[in-house]
């Protein structure tokens, strides 16, 4: 509650400064103010003084100085009233909101870097293996210093620069071990589910693992809490173990051994080990094979071995020396031992004219490459630098499995689940897991003939150990290093800030970046809820971040808003007489409408967040 109060009291300071510009320059201006209000609809409480109502509304989405003569239609023209001022005069009103919103953001930006505001660092974690990142070869553990010509101080810039920028990006970086800093080109993609570019890269993590706990699960009868410090994991350091790692140790269903450091209300920190016996709970259904994982998704072209092999993305490989590959470890083991030339046999989509086979399937053709490798040294650092997928659905069941029994046979494709028509691994995973009793009938490909079999698929049993382990994200504290360096640094940060909604409205408008993805009232006071827990000087930041948003979108020309106020006041200006009554109200309804319409819509987004 107290969190809460500070942040409705911040939020509505950047408002109040905002309403106070205007306030201030309609005063400087001779013109009669009647109310100053912090947010809009009736009036909670205020007083009264010099013939101005100072109020506190109830819906705190905004709030307005009303001045005398403002509205159209309001009647004859009397000194003091706002239609009496010239046009300069009415500008600067009308701009003055903006004005002290820019003014508080750079305060605001230099006041918390002179302290120090702590941010995720522009260092990359985990880089996804076939992403944009690590097919430029970026590492994990790289410093990330520039995106473009722009400076990169957190890691939310880098997502930021990335979701606002092309599909080419240069990036400055300081990989781990080196001095000197290199150029990248980066190519993104654009993610249809969350709405913007991405370069598949996380934010680093701290090296201490820490427990979820449920208290009524098998880790919670056997002693462990919650935010117990991870420290073995059967003998395993949990520090060196990544997520993979980490996930295989508790597929077995089998009874684990745990050593967890605790702190206690003092701060003493105590040792427990402790076993914990898995519940064994129903999964989804399984047929009992695994995917071809010869499909190559991407490649690293910055590795001269791979360059010169001559392998594309989308190559399927079927054989190498002469031995059938189904899986990245049949891979691996034909080129364990090789020096020399190496005969691959692939199967490659062919030129989009070809179009597709009698199956409806893409055509392909087969190739033949001579891939020279020095040795196995050079050969696993090749294997490293390819990125595998599935191969459609190219199965390979697993001995005395429900698939091998019912006579599937490596590499067979398996086309149909019932009538349900198959393309990729994932259609195939969500159709067998779909299945209510495991019974099933499934067309397989093989040879080029269709095979129809039945096969009764298993249900999985999961074990559940009741914990998850999770790590918090590494923070760094950006401080300025003076007054002039904060000042600095706060006119950068207001000025990019501003540069940033710019481009985030063009590329919404563009279709760059998906309009699911503005926030709105909901969104700004969970935010803020969750950034005052690292500190005043980062909800600090954060309301310059916000003034410079409502500076930016005050600034758009929509009548009600400051910016359509400025246009007509330019028209005027041009065409040497105000802009008529009737089409001031029907531009002012439709702004009004479409401002609604716009809060509607952000608070559908809000809310959807919520509950996803």
């Known amino acids: 509650m107290v969190n809460l109060i500070i942040v409705l009291l911040g939020i509505g300071a950047v408002i109040l400064v905002h309403e106070l510009g205007h306030f201030l320059a309609a005063r400087y201006a001779g013109v009669r103010v009647e109310t100053f209000s912090i947010g809009f609809g009736p009036r909670l409480f205020g007083w009264k003084r010099g013939g101005v109502d100072y109020r506190v509304s109830l819906i705190p989405l905004g709030g307005y100085v009303k001045m005398a003569g403002e509205e159209p239609g309001s009647g004859a023209v009397s000194e003091g009233d706002l239609g009496s001022k010239t046009v300069g005069q009415r500008l600067l009103i009308f701009s003055a909101g903006v004005i002290m919103n820019f003014l508080f953001a750079l305060v605001g930006f230099a006041v918390a870097f002179s302290v120090g505001v702590p941010f995720r660092p522009p260092v990359l974690g985990r880089v996804v293996k076939g992403g944009p990142a690590w097919e430029a070869g970026i590492s994990e553990g790289s410093r990330v210093l520039a995106v473009g010509e722009t400076r990169v101080l957190s890691f939310a810039d880098i997502s930021t620069s990335v979701a606002l920028g092309g599909d080419r990006l240069v990036f400055t970086i300081l990989p781990p071990g080196e001095k000197k800093p290199r150029k990248v080109e980066v190519h993104p993609y654009f993610d249809k589910t969350t709405g913007f570019n991405r370069i598949l890269v996380e934010p680093p993590m701290e090296d201490k693992v820490f427990l979820h706990v449920d208290p009524g699960g098998p880790a919670g009868k056997a002693g462990l809490k919650e935010g117990d410090e991870l420290l073995l994991v059967d003998g395993k350091d949990a520090r060196k173990l990544d997520s993979k790692a980490l996930a295989a140790l508790l597929e077995n269903p089998r009874p684990i051994r745990l050593s967890v450091a605790r702190k206690d209300k003092s701060g003493r920190v105590s040792r427990r080990d402790v076993t914990v016996k898995p519940v064994l709970k129903d999964g989804p259904y399984r047929m009992g094979v695994q995917a071809l994982t010869r499909k190559i998704r991407a490649l690293r072209l910055t590795d001269p071995l791979v360059t010169r092999s001559g392998l594309r993305k989308g190559d399927v490989i079927l054989q190498v020396r002469g031995k059938t590959v189904y899986t990245r470890d049949d891979l691996e083991k034909a080129l364990s031992k090789v020096r020399g030339t190496v005969i691959f046999l692939v199967r490659r989509p062919a030129a989009p004219a070809r179009g597709k086979d009698e199956t409806g399937r893409d055509s392909f053709r087969i190739i033949r490459l001579n891939v020279t490798i020095p040795g196995p040294a050079a ?199 105000p802009v008529s009554e009737r089409v001031m109200v029907w531009a002012q309804v439709a702004g009004l409408a479409l401002v609604l319409g716009l809060v509607i819509f952000v608070t559908y987004n809000d809310i959807l967040r919520l509950i996803s």
Not at 417 to 432: N, T
Not at 452 to 480: C, H, I, N, V, W
């Open 379 to 577: 050969a696993k650092e090749f294997l490293e630098n390819l990125a595998f997928d599935p191969d459609g659905t190219y199965v390979l069941p697993r001995k005395d499995s429900p698939a091998a029994r019912a006579g599937i046979r490596p590499g067979d494709r398996i086309a149909a689940v019932g009538s349900r028509p198959l393309k990729e691994w994932k259609d195939l995973v969500a159709a067998v897991s779909a299945s209510r009793d495991g019974r099933m009938t499934v067309q397989v490909e093989r040879g080029g003939k269709l095979l129809k079999m039945t096969l009764l698929a298993e249900r999985m049993k999961l074990p559940d150990y009741g914990f998850q382990p999770y790590s918090a994200f590494r923070m760094e504290k950006l401080k300025a290093s003076g007054i002039p360096d904060a000042f600095v640094l706060g006119f950068t940060n207001s000025w990019g800030m501003f540069k940033q909604v710019y481009l985030t409205l063009k590329k919404i408008l563009s279709g760059g970046v998906a309009a699911k993805n503005l926030g709105g009232p909901i969104m700004i006071v969970s935010t803020s809820a969750s950034l005052i827990q690292q500190g005043l000087m980062k909800f600090l930041w954060f309301l310059a971040v916000v003034s410079v948003n409502l500076c930016f979108l005050n600034l758009l020309p929509i009548p009600i808003l400051d910016g359509g106020l400025i246009l007509f006041l330019l028209i005027e200006k041009i065409k040497g007489s």
